[in-house]
């Protein structure tokens, strides 16, 4: 499985808001864990968002829920983190993961694979 993360790249003001993809190829992702995490300059990877397969099953990091929303659109083999209310500290590299299981979620040595991250820029 190959994951490619887009929709950063940008500046966006304080507030605003913006939407990630990440489109895996190689093989039907419908039945993987997606995960979103992101990484801070000089801080540790941390993580953000997960959601099932079927996408019954969704789980966030505290600091952002009620700001971000974590979808996906198997038909299109797509995922999505709608990200609203945005804050500087929001600034970071966004990676997404995939996993066939869904287990410990949060924690980034259970995904077998990893995507090259976007980065994305909130302006104070």
């Known amino acids: 499985v190959q994951l490619q993360a887009s929709g950063g790249g940008g500046l966006v003001q304080t507030g605003g808001s913006l939407r990630l993809s990440c489109a895996p190829s190689g093989r039907t992702f419908s039945t993987y864990t997606m995960g979103w995490f992101r990484q801070a300059p000089g801080k540790a990877r941390e993580f953000v968002a997960a959601i099932s397969g079927s996408g019954t099953l969704i789980e966030y990091v505290d600091f952002v829920k009620g700001r971000f929303t974590i979808s996906r659109d198997n038909a299109q083999n797509t995922v999505y983190l709608q990200m609203n209310s945005l804050k500087p500290e929001d600034t970071a590299v966004y990676y997404c993961?995939?996993?066939?299981?869904?287990?410990?979620?949060?924690?980034?040595?259970?995904?077998?694979?990893w995507g090259q991250g976007t980065l994305v820029t909130v302006s104070s």
């Open positions: 993961a995939a996993d066939p299981r869904w287990k410990t979620v949060a924690r980034m040595e259970v995904y077998a694979y």
